[in-house]
């Protein structure tokens, strides 16, 4: 038995909810995002709620429990909005977006430039990434990227980390030395 998938989602006023031949739309004030289900997984909607259930008793319960998770996240997307916040740091590192263009210069001989996929926004304040939109999915692995292009170093702290991440700083030559 999954613990998640057996939950119910509730459904909120002024979100759209339809499901054809396997394909789940959800219809929102921000945004509409779609998405196609596992055969295996069946759902139920009655009244303000949805149910998700397993076609067969032997079908993968974690098919189960992720697809709940994944309507969650739809219905939470298209509501409120997802924002991941990443914090750069490093001396000369700038950040520029130009159109659908992120740029970073993180110290390598070249600046990397990361298109912005639709239906994402990017801000950037001082030194601080701000990614919103309606897709956590899409967020997630915008803000993944990015960080991949300079992560945190232990040493120093340079690089790209999320907000309220924690870097475990590591002791230099010199404080090993010393001891």
Do not use: C
Not at 12 to 23: A, D, M, R, S, T
Not at 43 to 50: A, E, N, V, W, Y
Not at 53 to 80: C, H, K, P, Y
């Amino acid at each position: 038995m999954s613990k998640i998938g057996k939950k119910p989602i509730q459904i909120p006023k002024g979100v759209e909810i339809k499901i054809n031949n396997g394909l789940i739309s959800v219809k929102g004030a921000k945004d509409e995002l779609k998405r196609v289900l596992n055969n295996s997984v069946s759902i139920l909607i009655s009244g303000d709620k949805i149910s998700v259930g397993l076609q067969n008793e032997s079908d993968d319960f974690a098919v189960w429990g992720l697809t709940r998770a994944l309507i969650a996240n739809m219905i939470r997307g298209v509501t409120d909005g997802f924002e991941k916040n990443l914090e750069f740091e490093g001396v000369g590192y700038k950040v520029n977006v130009k159109g659908d263009i992120l740029e970073l210069n993180l110290g390598y001989s070249h600046p990397i430039l990361i298109k912005i996929p639709v239906g994402v926004a990017v801000k950037v304040e001082k030194n601080v990434i701000k990614i919103s939109g309606s897709d956590n999915e899409l967020i997630g692995h915008l803000a993944a990227e990015i960080k991949s292009k300079r992560p945190p170093e232990p040493y120093k702290g340079k690089g790209i980390k999320y907000a309220g991440e924690v870097i475990r700083r590591k002791a230099g030559k010199k404080a090993a030395t010393a001891a």
